[in-house]
């Protein structure tokens, strides 16, 4: 077994910036509830099936051969077991996207195929994953249900997503962004969630900073490969996150498991790895799609046209319909206990927003039910809001119209309001 060697991180942390979109029906509790979904690139609790004896190594070694990692060619199966504290995200983005597009007024905005909604789905629950890779422009991922599967293809410039259960079927174009000179740093799933214990690691490893600990905490078998057992801990107290464990192949170095624990104990709030790897190149019909006989089409454009049309038809109010307008978004404190400070649309807290059948710019009834579940009241130097609580990413909600979101808990929420006045 590998000692315990230790070593701190150096430079500066490194943030996760968010992709900018288009969203004339989300309002801020709506994107806030979202935030829980975003943490999944964050953060998953390691059980080995055994403890290999092999090289020594110091964590710093071991985070270079993470990095020089080139496996570009790999299939498998990956379960994903996530533990949030929060009901399940899938009928609540039913309830978004209808809410978005008027889906629910007999409009044809929306696709169970869109890889949006999809996605959200992995924010809870246990899920069953096949993935399978080879090269930057050759990406699969299929959702396995008790009968039905959801599938993303990326093939060179195309994006196909498939719902075998609504027989639906969805097509866009790759971010060309995301690939330079024919390679890419880094390898995201398709829909652009992570999804593989490497990208999930890369995501972790890209915000450890001098505030956090990291060491070689012994190895682990994983898929019947050797592997060490990287822990990323934080230094600093108020942080909803305990630990992060990553199982790295002891060969080529790329992680195989990837756990977060939550700083309140028990289970762990995600654990996604693999149970199955083959890092040989996979058949090239893996990454070939021709939608089904009789499969509803949707075009990503024209899900977006559809979405636009109907948000100004619903007269969506200025200050809400986009997202990309919100203003001074500022960040108080650092590292593990940082907390993203936002400026809603008109200064409109909860108690300014409409329900469900008042007017324009609606707030779903399935999704506000979700937010009073999860809201308690709190007051300070601030004034008095509504903190927003899962077992790792917590939001205040002011009555003036400011959002306060952090994996910080509730105590570092509010002092971090009353710091900000």
């Known amino acids: 077994m590998a000692p315990n060697d230790s070593a701190e991180t150096n430079g500066e942390a490194t943030g996760t910036v968010v992709g900018r979109r288009k969203a004339a029906r989300y309002i801020v509790p709506v994107a806030v509830a979202g935030v829980a979904a975003a943490t999944i690139g964050l953060v998953p609790a390691l059980a080995s099936s055994g403890d290999p004896e092999l090289p020594k190594i110091t964590a710093q070694e071991l985070i270079e051969k993470i990095a020089a990692s080139d496996e570009e060619q790999l299939s498998g199966t990956v379960k994903v077991s996530t533990d949030l504290g929060i009901p399940s995200l899938g009928g609540l983005a039913d309830s978004f996207a209808q809410g978005a597009t008027g889906a629910d007024k007999g409009g044809d905005g929306t696709s169970s195929a869109a890889p949006e909604a999809k996605l959200m789905e992995l924010a809870s629950g246990t899920h069953t994953l096949r993935v399978a890779a080879d090269g930057p422009d050759k990406q699969r991922l299929s959702i396995l249900g008790e009968a039905s599967e959801y599938s993303i293809v990326h093939n060179g410039d195309d994006v196909w997503a498939y719902d075998s259960k609504s027989n639906e079927a ?27 214990p490497k990208e999930l690691a890369e995501e972790a490893l890209a915000a450890a900073g001098d505030t956090t600990s990291v060491t070689v905490d012994g190895t682990a078998q994983v898929a019947g490969r050797d592997a060490y057992q990287l822990l990323i801990k934080p230094k600093q107290s108020g942080s909803t996150i305990g630990s992060i464990r990553v199982a790295v192949d002891a060969e080529n170095g790329v992680p195989l498991k990837f756990t977060l624990s939550p700083s309140s104990g028990g289970k762990a709030a995600i654990d996604a790895g693999f149970t199955k790897v083959d890092f040989k190149k996979p058949d090239a019909s893996s990454f070939s799609f021709t939608p089904p006989k009789g499969a509803k089409v949707t075009e990503a454009d024209e899900l977006q046209a559809e979405a636009e049309k109907n948000a100004k038809a ?29 400026d809603t649309p008109g200064g409109k807290g909860l108690a300014g927003l409409p329900t469900e059948g008042t007017g324009s710019g609606d707030v779903p009834e399935g999704a506000m039910q979700f937010l009073d579940a999860l809201g308690d009241k709190v007051t300070g130097d601030f004034g008095s809001g509504t903190v927003f609580k899962t077992r790792l990413v917590n939001a205040l909600v002011t009555d003036d119209g400011k959002v306060y979101v952090g994996a910080v808990t509730k105590d570092a929420l509010v002092k971090a309001a009353d710091t900000a006045k």
């Open 170 to 196: 969805y097509h866009g174009q790759a971010e060309q962004s995301d690939r330079a000179g024919g390679k890419a740093k880094e390898h995201k799933a398709p829909g652009g969630v992570p999804a593989t």
């Open 314 to 342: 619903d007269k969506v109010p200025e200050d809400l319909a986009d997202l990309e307008d919100f203003k001074g978004l500022n960040v108080i404190g650092e590292g593990w206990n940082a907390v993203a400070v936002i």
